[in-house]
C-alpha cells in the first residue's frame, strides 16, 4: 500500500504568494529522487508513466492525482508504448524486465524471454510489430504485440538508447560514442551511419522521411536532410558556464513538420531559460520557450527527460529533480507558448 508522504521543504516557503500560484509545491512520491524516465498518454487525461526502482503511475487526471501499480519488482523501467488498440502495451526496463498488458495498463503480467540485457527504448511499428533496443547494441523485435521476441543483428555492441520511426517507417537508433543506425526494412536490418564523434546519443527523431535529429551528452546536436547519410553539427543551443558541465540533450519532439522542441538537462544562465527549447523552420534555429525555477548547481539542475506530444497543439514533459525533490511534469497546450508544471500528487 502506497504510503502517503507529502513533504514541504523549507525553501517553498520562502517563495512570495505570486510564485507560489504559478510555480505550485513540489512533493515526495515513497521514494526520494525517482526518475520518470518515459510516459504514454491516451489522451489529455488518461496515461501512464515508468520510471527508477519499479515506478509504474497511471492517471486519469493528468497526473494531478496518480495511482501506483504495485509492481513486486525494482528493476529500473526505461520505455513504455502502446499498440494503436490501447489495451496492449509493452514496458522495457534494466537486465532484460518486460511487461505486457492487454486491459490499458491495470494489469501487468512479465514476458518470459531469454533477454538478459538492459532494455532501454520500445517503439511500436504497426499493429502487431515492435522493437525494443538496448544494451550491448541489442536489438529485439516482436511480430505478435510483444508476446515473444527475436534477436536482430545490429552490427554494434555499443548501447543503444533510443530509437524512432519516421512516418515512411524508416527507423533511426542512436546511442554510446555516437552511434547511429539506420533500418529500412521495418527493423530486419541495419546499417551503420554513425558520427566521428564520442558523446552519447541520448535521443533521436524525425521531423518528415528525410529529415532526423540526435542529440546528447555535452550538448552535441546533429541534424540530417538525407536520412542520416549525411549529419551537420548544429551550434550549440548556449554557451555552457564552464569546462565542468553536465548540460545534456535527453529527448526532441516533432509536432509537426516545421514545428520541434528540445528538453533535457539545460540551464541557460543568462537567460533564467531551463528545460526547453523550440524550433519553428525545422530545426535550422532554436530558442528557449520555458523559463523555469534555476538550480545554481547543473548537476542538480532538473532535467526534461521525455517529451511526448498528445495532439496539435498539447505535449507533455516528465521532470526529474535530484533526490531532495521530486519528479513533475511539464504541460503546454498551445504549442510551448506557455508551459505549466502539473504535480505528482497520491490520490490517497
Known amino acids: 500500500i502506497m504510503k502517503n508522504i507529502v513533504v514541504i521543504f523549507f525553501f517553498l516557503l520562502l517563495i512570495n504568494a505570486e510564485q507560489a500560484t504559478a510555480q505550485?509545491?513540489?512533493?515526495?512520491?515513497?521514494?526520494?529522487?525517482?526518475?520518470?524516465?518515459?510516459?504514454?498518454?491516451?489522451?489529455?487525461?488518461?496515461?501512464?508513466?515508468?520510471?527508477?526502482?519499479?515506478?509504474?503511475?497511471?492517471?486519469d487526471s493528468a497526473f494531478v492525482t496518480w495511482q501506483r501499480y504495485p509492481l513486486d519488482d525494482t528493476r529500473h523501467l526505461f520505455g513504455i508504448a502502446f499498440f494503436d488498440d490501447e489495451k496492449t502495451g509493452i514496458i522495457v526496463?534494466?537486465?532484460?524486465?518486460?511487461?505486457?498488458?492487454?486491459?490499458?495498463?491495470?494489469?501487468?503480467?512479465?514476458?518470459?524471454?531469454?533477454?538478459?540485457?538492459?532494455?532501454?527504448?520500445?517503439?511500436v511499428l504497426n499493429s502487431t510489430d515492435a522493437l525494443a533496443i538496448g544494451q550491448a547494441g541489442h536489438i529485439y523485435k516482436s511480430t505478435d504485440k510483444g508476446m515473444t521476441w527475436l534477436s536482430k543483428e545490429s552490427g554494434t555492441n555499443l548501447s543503444l538508447r533510443c530509437?524512432?520511426?519516421?512516418?515512411?517507417?524508416?527507423?533511426?537508433?542512436?546511442?554510446?560514442?555516437?552511434?547511429?543506425?539506420?533500418?529500412?526494412?521495418?527493423?530486419?536490418?541495419?546499417?551503420?551511419?554513425?558520427v566521428k564523434r564520442q558523446e552519447y546519443l541520448y535521443t533521436c527523431t524525425w521531423a518528415d522521411d528525410n529529415t532526423c535529429f540526435a542529440g546528447g551528452d555535452k550538448l552535441v546536436f546533429l541534424r540530417s536532410e538525407n536520412k542520416g547519410i549525411v549529419w551537420d553539427?548544429?551550434?550549440?543551443?548556449?554557451?555552457?558556464?564552464?569546462?565542468?558541465?553536465?548540460?545534456?540533450?535527453?529527448?526532441?519532439?516533432?509536432?509537426?513538420?516545421?514545428?520541434?522542441?528540445?528538453?533535457?538537462?539545460?540551464?541557460?544562465?543568462?537567460?533564467?531559460?531551463?528545460?526547453?527549447?523550440?524550433?519553428?523552420?525545422?530545426?535550422?534555429?532554436?530558442?528557449?520557450?520555458?523559463?523555469?525555477?534555476?538550480?545554481?548547481?547543473?548537476?542538480?539542475a532538473n532535467s526534461q527527460r521525455s517529451l511526448f506530444q498528445i495532439n496539435d497543439t498539447t505535449l507533455y514533459s516528465f521532470s526529474y529533480f535530484p533526490p531532495s525533490l521530486s519528479p513533475s511534469i511539464l504541460v503546454t497546450k498551445n504549442m510551448g507558448e506557455t508551459w505549466s508544471r502539473t504535480l505528482l500528487q497520491p490520490n490517497l
Open 233 to 300: 553539427t548544429l551550434p550549440m543551443l548556449y554557451k555552457p558556464r564552464d569546462d565542468d558541465w553536465f548540460d545534456e540533450i535527453f529527448t526532441i519532439q516533432f509536432m509537426n513538420d516545421t514545428v520541434g522542441f528540445i528538453a533535457g538537462r539545460l540551464v541557460e544562465y543568462s537567460t533564467t531559460a531551463e528545460g526547453v527549447y523550440k524550433t519553428t523552420n525545422k530545426g535550422k534555429t532554436w530558442f528557449p520557450t520555458y523559463t523555469g525555477p534555476i538550480w545554481k548547481n547543473p548537476q542538480t
Open 24 to 59: 505550485l509545491e513540489r512533493i515526495y512520491i515513497p521514494e526520494q529522487g525517482h526518475i520518470m524516465n518515459d510516459g504514454w498518454m491516451f489522451n489529455q487525461k488518461q496515461g501512464v508513466s515508468v520510471g527508477s526502482h519499479g515506478v509504474i503511475l497511471s492517471t
Open 93 to 123: 526496463g534494466a537486465k532484460g524486465l518486460l511487461l505486457r498488458t492487454i486491459n490499458k495498463g491495470q494489469i501487468w503480467e512479465p514476458v518470459s524471454t531469454n533477454i538478459q540485457d538492459t532494455l532501454y527504448d520500445i517503439i
Open 163 to 194: 530509437v524512432s520511426l519516421s512516418k515512411q517507417s524508416s527507423l533511426l537508433a542512436v546511442g554510446a560514442s555516437g552511434t547511429i543506425l539506420f533500418s529500412g526494412d521495418n527493423g530486419e536490418t541495419w546499417q551503420n551511419r554513425s
